[in-house]
């Protein structure tokens, strides 16, 4: 049985930080990529950030880019989404789920957490 939990999200103001986090646990990840999505209410699931477990590249959504970096510790098994200048737009669910290969596409992730709801005020 694969698992994925997130936590971390919370209420914060505008330019504030917070740290997701993404635990993983029911069988080896190492070969698999990690990524973080998002779905504000009304719209579409959107894609944040991956990443491979065993490292190397990682891709950001443009309206993140320099903002936020996705991270991993494979002692933990656990992936991170630190964001940093937060704006109101960045309010949603987000979600982290595992894919065979690194891909940005949500249709292609096998597995997926419960969601973590960020809310960022003006």
């Known amino acids: 049985q694969v698992q994925l939990v997130e936590s971390g999200g919370g209420l914060v103001q505008a330019g504030d930080s917070l740290r997701l986090s993404c635990a993983a646990s029911?069988?080896?990840?190492?070969?698999?990529?990690m990524g973080w999505f998002r779905q504000a209410p009304g719209e579409e699931r959107e894609f944040v950030a991956a990443?491979?477990?065993?490292?190397?590249?990682?891709y950001y959504a443009g309206s993140v880019k320099g903002r936020f970096t996705i991270s991993r510790d494979n002692a933990k098994s656990t992936v991170y989404l630190q964001m940093n200048s937060l704006k109101p737009e960045d309010t949603a669910v987000y979600y982290c789920a595992a894919a065979s290969n690194l891909v940005t596409t949500a249709s292609l992730y096998d597995y997926w957490g419960q969601g973590t709801q960020v809310t960022v005020s003006s």
């Open positions: 029911g069988r080896t990840f190492s070969s698999y990529a």
């Open positions: 990443l491979r477990w065993s490292g190397g590249i990682t």
